[in-house]
C-alpha cells in the first residue's frame, strides 16, 4: 500500500458508504433468508486460492456487494426475523461502531495520557449500570466481551475463584488462588471435591463455560420443582449448597432463551438465595443476556410480571449481559459486571508484563481491561454502546421494549386463540400467559404432521424466520422479538398472516 493505492482507494468510495448506510437503515424489502440461487452464485464466486497479485480494491469490492452480500440473510436488519435474540444496530450504534474500525483503537492498558478509549469503556459501563437501575459504585466494574458466553465464562471463573478462596481460607490455607496456584491445587487446600453450578433451565454457553473452566459440564445441575423446568426448588438448593465436600456457583437464568421467561419472581426470592449463599459461602452469577433489560420498564402492572423476574440483580455478585442482543449494537459485544473488581484482578492477570502496568493520573481507578477480561488486544467494543445509549437514553430504550413486548403478547394471543395452535408453557390462565410474556413466543402446532414441519413451513414462506426448538419432548417453534425496529401495527399481521397461512396447509 502506497499514496497511489491510497488515493485510488478512495475513489468511489463515497457512493459506497451511502449505499451501505441505505442498506443498512432503508426499510428492510428483501425476504429474510437469501434464495437458494443467491446462496449458490455466492458459494461458487469464492476465492479457491490466494494469487501472488492481488485483484485490487475495487474488484474486491464489486465480489464482495455484488457475490457475497446476497447470501446474507436479514438477521440484524430485517425487523421480522425472530431466530434466536438476534437484535439489530441502532443508527448511532451503526455509525460509532465505523468509527471503531476506521480509527482502529486498541482497548487494553488504561494509558491515560496516551487515549481516551478506556475513559470512554469506563463512561460505557456506568451508562449501563445507569440504563439496568445499578447503583454506580459497586457495578461500574467490568469490561465488554464478545458476548454473553464469554461473560458468562467470566462469571464462571471469578464464582470459581472466590467461592475456594473463601473455602481454602476458611482451611487456614494459603494457597487460595486458582489464578496463580491452579484448579487442582486449590480443590486440594480448600478440602473440596467439586465445584457445582446449580442453576434452572441454564443457557447451553453455562455448559460450555463449565466445560472450558475444567469444572465439567455434569457439574452444572438443574435444581428446579418438579412442574416448573426454571422455577428453583429453594429447598433442594439448600440441600445442594450444604452438601460437604463441594462448592457451589448459583446461576440465575435471568430471562429463559426457549421461553423468555425468569427464574426468579421476585426481591423476596432473590434476598433468600443471597442469605443462602452467603452462609454456605456460594456466588451467585445472573445470566441476563437478554432479560436484564427488563429493568428499564416502567413500574406499570401492564409489566409487572417482568419487572418482579428481574428485580434483585442487584444482589448478585455478577451479571451477564448482551449487547448485540436487546442493546440493538452490531455483533460482537457482550458485557460483564462484577460487584468484587479484584476477583477479576486475580483470574484474568496478564502477569509478569509490567510494560503493561497502567499508570493513572486522573483520579479514577480505571482498570485495564487486559487484567480484568478475556483478551489482551481487544476491539473499541464500548463506543457502539456508548453512542447508542446517549442518543436514545432511557426511554428510547424503554419504548423499543415496550414496542418488543407488545408485539409478543398481540401474537401470543393471537396463537391462544387459534385452532391450529397451542402457546407454550401450556398452563395458565390467557390474562397469566400474557402478563408472563415477554419478548419472545413459545408455541407448537397441535396437529403433530404440520408441527414436525412447523418451522420450516413458516421459515420458507422467507416473510419471517423463527427459530426451531424442542418442548417437552415435542417440535416447537419460537419467536424472539428484539429488533429497534419493531413495529406492532406493522408487523403483527405480517406475523399471523404467515401463521394462518401455514396452518392452512393440508398435505
Ligand atoms: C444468547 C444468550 C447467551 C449466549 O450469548 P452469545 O452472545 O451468543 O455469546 C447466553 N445466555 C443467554 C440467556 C442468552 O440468551
Redesign the pocket.
Given at each position: 500500500m502506497d499514496a497511489e493505492h491510497t488515493a485510488k482507494a478512495l475513489q468511489g468510495q463515497e457512493a459506497i458508504q451511502q449505499q451501505l448506510w441505505k442498506t443498512a437503515l432503508s426499510p428492510w424489502e428483501s425476504g429474510v433468508l437469501p434464495s437458494a440461487d443467491s446462496l449458490d452464485r455466492a458459494r461458487k464466486s469464492l476465492k479457491t486460492f490466494l494469487g501472488e497479485d492481488g485483484i485490487g480494491l475495487g474488484e474486491t469490492q464489486s465480489h464482495i456487494l455484488e457475490d457475497i452480500v446476497p447470501g446474507f440473510n436479514g438477521g440484524s436488519i430485517s425487523p421480522n426475523y425472530y431466530g434466536?435474540?438476534t437484535g439489530g444496530a441502532t443508527p448511532a450504534a451503526l455509525f460509532a461502531d465505523n468509527v471503531v474500525s476506521a480509527y482502529d483503537q486498541n482497548v487494553q492498558v488504561h494509558l491515560p495520557n496516551h487515549s481516551i478509549v478506556t475513559d470512554v469503556e469506563y463512561a460505557a459501563l456506568g451508562l449501563l449500570a445507569d440504563l439496568l437501575r445499578l447503583d454506580r459504585q459497586h457495578w461500574q466494574n467490568g469490561t465488554f466481551?464478545?458476548?454473553?458466553?464469554?461473560?458468562?465464562i467470566m462469571g464462571l471463573a471469578c464464582g470459581r475463584e472466590f467461592v475456594l478462596r473463601t473455602a481454602a481460607e476458611r482451611n487456614g490455607s494459603s494457597v487460595e488462588s486458582v489464578g496463580e496456584y491452579g484448579y487442582p491445587e486449590v480443590l486440594k487446600a480448600a478440602g473440596i471435591e467439586r465445584l457445582q453450578v446449580l442453576s434452572t433451565m441454564?443457557?447451553?454457553?453455562?455448559g460450555k463455560a463449565a466445560g472450558m473452566l475444567g469444572i465439567g459440564r455434569a457439574n452444572v445441575k438443574n435444581i428446579c420443582i418438579k412442574d416448573d423446568p426454571l422455577q428453583f426448588d429453594m429447598g433442594l438448593l439448600k440441600e445442594e449448597l450444604a452438601k460437604p465436600g463441594t462448592a457451589n456457583i448459583v446461576a440465575i437464568?435471568?430471562?429463559?432463551?426457549n421461553t423468555g421467561r425468569f427464574a426468579t419472581n421476585g426481591i423476596e426470592q432473590m434476598k433468600e438465595i443471597r442469605k443462602l449463599c452467603d452462609e454456605y459461602g456460594a456466588w451467585v452469577h445472573v445470566?441476563?443476556?437478554?432479560?436484564a433489560f427488563g429493568r428499564i420498564l416502567d413500574d406499570t402492572p401492564e409489566f409487572s410480571s417482568i419487572k418482579a423476574g428481574c428485580e434483585g440483580l442487584e444482589l448478585a455478585d455478577s451479571i451477564?449481559g448482551?449487547?448485540?442482543?436487546l442493546l440493538n449494537v452490531p455483533?460482537?459485544?457482550?458485557f460483564f459486571l462484577c460487584r468484587h473488581a479484584h476477583v477479576a484482578g486475580n483470574v484474568f492477570q496478564n502477569a509478569n508484563a509490567a510494560y503493561l502496568s497502567s499508570g493513572d493520573s486522573s483520579g479514577i481507578a480505571i482498570l485495564s481491561p487486559l487484567n480484568i477480561g478475556i483478551e489482551n488486544s481487544r476491539r473499541f467494543r464500548a463506543l457502539p454502546v456508548y453512542s447508542s445509549l446517549i442518543s436514545y437514553g432511557k426511554s428510547g430504550y424503554r419504548e423499543m421494549l415496550k414496542r418488543q413486548i407488545r408485539l409478543a403478547r398481540m401474537i401470543s394471543e393471537w396463537l391462544y386463540d387459534h385452532p391450529a395452535y397451542n402457546v407454550l408453557p401450556a398452563s395458565g390462565s390467557k390474562e397469566e400467559l400474557l402478563q408472563s410474556t415477554y419478548m419472545v413466543v413459545l408455541f407448537s402446532a397441535r396437529d403433530d404432521r404440520l408441527n414436525e414441519e412447523l418451522s420450516k413451513k413458516i421459515n420458507a414462506t422467507s416473510k419471517i424466520f423463527v427459530s426451531g426448538t424442542v418442548w417437552e419432548g415435542r417440535p416447537a417453534c419460537r419467536i424472539a422479538i428484539s429488533n429497534w425496529r419493531v413495529d406492532e401495527q406493522r408487523d403483527f399481521p405480517i406475523v399471523t398472516g404467515v401463521l394462518q397461512g401455514v396452518s392452512e396447509i393440508t398435505s
Open positions: 434466536f435474540v466481551s464478545t458476548g454473553a458466553t464469554a461473560s458468562n441454564p443457557h447451553s454457553s453455562l437464568s435471568c430471562g429463559e432463551v445470566d441476563g443476556a437478554f432479560g451477564t448482551d449487547g448485540h442482543k455483533y460482537d459485544c457482550g
